[in-house]
């Protein structure tokens, strides 16, 4: 089975400030990772991904994530914070067996809330 | 293309009634997952389905707890007999292949 460990349950930071928020995986097969954002009340959107190739993914709104298999780590990181980055973030992972029988379901961490502050 | 839709937003049922969320995919999106947010347990996978099919419930409460994807027409999740301990929100996931999930907004149930 899978397991996902978000580290730090909050963070707070000051605007513009760099932040990382950190996760570290456990599975004894291949896994895709994700990370996801869930501003208040709404549903979670996908921030990034990674499938395969390159293990530095990066989001359109300046985040990024590098998979580091040895670690078994997927931080995300952005180096400067908005106000609107305000949210709370969860990292999941999924086996990536085709044609076994995970069928894509995701295993979440407990999340992060991020908090930046003017 | 319109996102993933979930309905009801929020309902409340009194102890014993039975709740039906209502969950319509994107747009050529032929899978469905359902997860549920626990306060202080996070998000846990309950039930993948497709066209007719039922393919993981291994999530699932083994017992009051349904689902649903029909040829035509939403998935539905139902509760039976709902008790306090189904307080949570539950939100769909749809997809067009298995490893990219798109989320609804959720539904959040309220039992009294």
């Known amino acids: 089975a899978q397991s996902v460990t978000q580290l730090d349950s909050q963070v707070p930071v000051f605007e513009e400030a760099p932040v990382e928020l950190r996760c570290n995986y456990s599975?004894?097969?291949?896994?895709?990772l994700f990370w996801y954002v869930q501003y208040p009340n709404q549903g979670l959107q996908l921030l990034l991904k990674y499938l395969s190739g390159s293990t530095l993914v990066e989001s359109i709104n300046g985040f990024e994530a590098e998979f580091n298999k040895s670690q078994t780590s997927f931080h995300l990181r952005k180096p400067s914070v908005h106000i609107s980055d305000t949210a709370e973030y969860f990292c999941?992972?999924?086996?990536?067996?085709?044609?076994?029988?995970?069928?894509?379901?995701?295993?979440f961490g407990q999340g992060t809330i991020l908090t930046v502050h003017p | 293309n319109a996102g993933v839709m979930q309905n009801p937003r929020h309902l409340v049922r009194r102890r014993g009634q039975e709740a039906r969320l209502r969950c319509s995919p994107m747009k050529g999106h032929s899978h469905v997952y359902w997860y549920r947010q626990l306060p202080e347990e996070g998000l846990k996978f309950m039930v993948y389905?497709?066209?007719?099919?039922?393919?993981?419930e291994s999530g699932m409460p083994k017992e009051r707890f349904s689902a649903e994807f029909p040829k035509e027409g939403p998935s539905i999740l139902r509760i039976q007999q709902v008790v306090r301990g189904d307080s949570a929100a539950y939100f769909c996931a749809s997809s067009p292949y298995i490893y990219e999930q798109y989320f609804g907004p959720g539904t959040r149930l309220t039992v009294t």
């Open positions: 389905l497709q066209k007719e099919n039922i393919i993981d």
């Open positions: 599975s004894s097969v291949s896994v895709y």
């Open positions: 999941a992972v999924s086996v990536s067996n085709a044609g076994g029988t995970s069928y894509g379901k995701l295993t």
